[in-house]
C-alpha cells in the first residue's frame, strides 16, 4: 500500500528560486507540490483552495509577508504547518517567527540540503530549524528563561492573554485588536487590565510599554 504523498504549497516572488525549489522537491516521490503563489495574498488563497499540509513561504513577500501570513493562519485556526525560507537570518525575524508558531525555519543558502528533511520532520509533528541557526534557538530559549524569570506572573496568563498582548506589542488599539480575535472591545478591554494586574503594571501606558519592550519573546 503506497503511503500519501506530502501535499504542499509553494510561495516566493522569485521564479528562478521557486523552479530551483521544484527540482529538489520532485526528486522525492513522497512530496507532491499541489500549487505556487508569488505573494501574500495570492498564498492565502491558495492555502484555503488547495489545503495543503505544508506551505512553504518566503518571509520577504509582496503585498503581504510570511509573518503576516502565518498570523492570519492562526487567526483563522488553519491546519496548515508553515515552513519559512529566507535570506534572514537575524534574532528579531527569527524570534518573530517562533512567536508565531512557524514549523520550520531554513534559510535559502541551506535549502537544496535542508528542505527535504525539514517537509518531512514537519509533517511528522517536529520541528525543523536549520542546522546553520541553531544558534539563535538557543539564543531565544536564553532570553525567553529570562523574561520569564524575571516576570514570574507571565506564567499565569492565559493563551487568550498572551494573543491580546502580542497584539498590543503591535500597537493595534483595543478595537483592532476584538476585530482581529472576534471578540467584543469590552472583552479585550478586561483582558487588559487582567493581563496588568496580573503583572503588576500600573497605570494606562505600562501594558504597552511591557509589550513593546518584550514584543519578540512573547
Do not use: W
Not at 541551506?110 to 541557526?133: H, L
Not at 496568563?157 to 472576534?182: N, Y
Not at 478586561?190 to 494606562?204: C, E, I, T, V, Y
Amino acid at each position: 500500500m503506497n503511503k500519501e504523498k506530502i501535499k504542499i504549497v509553494i510561495a516566493d516572488d522569485h521564479p528562478i528560486f521557486r523552479k530551483g525549489l521544484k527540482q529538489i522537491i520532485d526528486e522525492d516521490d513522497g512530496i507532491e507540490i499541489l500549487g505556487y503563489a508569488e505573494n501574500g495574498e495570492q498564498t492565502l488563497e491558495k492555502i484555503k483552495e488547495l489545503n495543503p499540509v505544508i506551505a512553504l513561504l518566503d518571509i520577504d513577500m509582496p503585498k503581504m509577508t510570511g509573518l503576516q501570513v502565518l498570523n492570519k493562519l492562526n487567526i483563522e485556526k488553519s491546519k496548515t504547518k508553515v515552513i519559512f525560507l529566507t535570506v534572514f537570518s537575524s534574532e528579531d525575524i527569527f524570534d518573530e517567527a517562533m512567536e508565531l508558531g512557524v514549523n520550520g525555519f531554513v534559510l535559502k543558502d541551506c535549502a537544496v540540503n535542508d528542505i527535504v528533511e525539514c517537509i518531512y520532520k514537519v509533517s511528522e509533528g517536529n520541528y525543523y530549524i536549520s542546522p546553520s541557526i541553531s544558534n539563535l534557538m538557543m539564543n531565544r530559549r536564553k532570553k525567553i528563561k529570562k523574561l520569564e524569570n524575571d516576570n514570574p506572573a507571565l506564567r499565569d496568563l492565559t493563551k487568550t492573554e498572551l494573543m491580546v498582548l502580542k497584539f498590543v506589542a503591535e500597537g493595534k488599539t483595543s478595537k483592532e485588536i476584538a476585530d482581529e480575535m472576534f471578540i467584543s472591545h469590552k472583552t479585550v478591554e478586561n483582558h487588559r487590565s487582567n493581563m496588568s494586574a496580573k503583572l503588576n503594571l500600573k497605570g494606562s501606558l505600562c501594558l504597552i510599554k511591557f509589550a513593546l519592550k518584550n514584543n519578540p519573546l512573547l
